[in-house]
């Protein structure tokens, strides 16, 4: 089987114009979701600390990041932005695989258009290009791969980040094997990091590994021919079992872009299903947050075990607190980044809801189900049994909800330039520079 | 067990005081092979392509680089100190787990010692501890890490450039953790790079990476604080089989450096026995190229399988021909740079030699060893039955030797700066400032 050989011949014939218009959509979806998500990352501690302990070492410094002011070498953008897009979890998830696709390639194209011209066309392209080699890579080695402790964001990302760079570089065929031969052999990320900083550079070092990859492969920097399939290639050295099929069959027909999924709330996935429930008692019935006198909860007995903390002060916590998620579904209708920060988790009106809540543990009800009975203070006793939390392949979320996530994390810039950069997205195949998408995304 | 923590503490205390002498002078001959090794591979296609390609997004170029004029920041300069001193293969290895540990960690510190003033003293020690790094993290996975097609010179590396430039930059406990993490989280490199630019590559990433990783850590970029011993820490994620506590075990009293060995010959090792008993019997017999008539070898079959090509055109491949050993051992006596060009591939009087020479795979002579029958012009008979080769643990080259084999890399230096840089290297442990050592490796 010559998987890289085929994988290549695919990557260098891809045009647009074959992409289904639906995939294009969705698309832009990713990539409007992807902005939103580095726009709200883009001051958290540990893109500050990136950028303070690696910005002296930039080269010429003509490459933007996006939700920032400073520019740096397009490398030193490119893994900043996946440092910022991925720091809050809050980025698109393959649920087929757990790889969050799109940080690693939009991380490394947005920082690429900032200081080449490419059109929008072509970005779009390269974009989704990136994304399902990823996301083939992560079919034909799940679930050994992820399962040995790998990130596979970061450890397959890679992959995505130097064939949608090598794209635009317009590599020929010896060169772009080089560009993924040099991604494998980069190929990094242990999930040991988890629950530190290490998990958001994961995406951002393999938005620059990529990136650099291609710059390499590009003045013939040469690499193993074999680098997927070889007995000491990367599936075969990365994954106790792996069906290389998965990164050829179909290509250019079936589209993993389908199949992506976007989250509402800024937390930990399996207390999603309590503020979707929550908040839609709150939108249905329209009372205050003081008006809560009673909330049960019965939720999946995993979901009870992983979230069972109500004695709570870090917004962190919060994430994975069942009992703050009913409080801000009720008490706000929303999980957004606002919510999870350490002043909502001490708000005296949420902190009320969460410590009258009680929760159950119930076989009955799926990890992505909720049953929620709510007392208001006048009397009236409210329930609603949810089984498919909003963001999954079923309810998925709308252009406008992904609008309104958008805007919730854009604080840092102007509300012309939040909706300039939407526009922008939406827009992307339509314009002639790509860069102007980056040039609306940061602030003025 | 707390590998991780009980590594952290040694290298915070190491001081070179504490080093036993034998140590330090082996730690010096490690330095002074690799620093002739990257100046042999300075000016070799793959530094040069890497140096194309990435040196327009360098940094303040305030770092050097070891045989070259051009400087770059002092990441870049890691990498392409990396890729040229393992390019020709010429590097040190350590037979108890094939690691070539002074690369990745000599590059990150020369290029450090470069734009950062460090005493002789600190610099040595910072080398010894990341070697030592490197070999006790490659003992406690090899074989497994190794089998599985990781190359562990960049794989496992990366975390003793890591240590040594964290070590300088004087790193408490809780960062020096995560730098060993950020390590960790980087490590990469696959064996199915072997035969291309990217085998070299490796120990430059892994340095730069390292490099990376102890910045990161110094501003309080946090990782896992388990990132060795984790469940999904680096031992567990890339081999199947290991033992940590072989990082712990003996520390600061057990030193892999005694275990370490230089290759005499730029070449594959396994006709290396050939060249150095060639070698023998031309300096004890003093006769000419043109007086050779006949040569047998008989070596064991594996050798002959693997190097058993007469008829070749390129230097690359005299790398692996049994008999352009003979030659240039009976022809040169030596096997250095200059006799695995093209021209010595094609050079008549070697050609004439390689041509007649006949070998033979005797199960009787070990891999180590060769028995060389050669016939003069004259009559004479010559024998030599040579059971150890050198550069071996039993025959280890002498400092003179290592010298002449520095001299032998060293053209892009004046003979002045050669001897300089030599002395530095000799004497570094009494310099006030280490930078003198690469001051003296640069051309002028």
Known sequence: MDVTKTLVAHILASRLDDVPQDVRHEA??????????????????????AISALGPFSGPANAAVIGRRERFDPLLAALFNGIASHVHDYDDTLPKNYIHASSPVASALLSYASVNRVSGEDFLNAFILG????????????????????????????????????????????RMTYAIGLAATQAAGIREMFGSMGKGFHPGRSA?????????????????????????????VTAARYDLAKVTDGL???????????KPFACGIVIHPTIDACSQLRAAHGFDAADV???????????????????????????????????IGLGRGKGGLGEFTDAAVND??????????????????????????????????????????LGNLKRPLSDAQLEDKFRDQAGV?????????????????????????VAAAVPA
Chains 1, 2 share one sequence.
């Open 293 to 327: 006198v009673a909330v049960e909860l019965r939720v999946a007995p995993l979901v009870k075990d992983l979230c069972n903390k109500k004695e709570i002060a870090a917004g962190l916590e919060g994430k994975f607190s069942i009992y703050h998620a009913a409080a």
């Open 28 to 49: 832009k979806r990713a990539l409007l979701n992807i902005v939103g998500c580095t726009l709200g990352g883009a001051e958290e501690a540990a893109t500050e600390i």
């Open 208 to 236: 620059q590994s990529g990136y650099m990859a291609a710059l390499l492969a590009q003045k013939g920097f040469t690499s193993g021919r074999f680098p997927l399939e070889a007995p000491r290639g990367f599936a075969a």
């Open 413 to 437: 810039l102007s509300p012309a330039r939040i909706e300039a950069a939407m526009a922008a997205c939406w827009g992307i195949d339509g314009l002639a520079d790509a860069g102007d998408l």
């Open 252 to 262: 250019g027909t079936d589209f993993d872009l389908r199949e992506n999924t976007y």
């Open 131 to 174: 994304f399902e080699v990823v996301s083939r890579i992560g079919n034909a080695t799940y679930p050994a791969h992820y399962d040995a402790g790998w990130h596979s964001t970061g450890s397959i990302g890679v992959f995505g980040a130097a064939v949608a760079i090598g794209k635009l570089l317009g590599l020929d065929a010896e």
């Open 348 to 389: 005296p009106a949420l902190k009320r809801i969460r410590l009258l809540t009680e929760a159950t543990g119930d076989p009955a009800v799926s990890e992505d189900g909720v049953k929620v009975a709510v007392r208001l203070a006048d009397g009236r006793a409210l329930d609603l049994h949810l089984e498919a939390s």
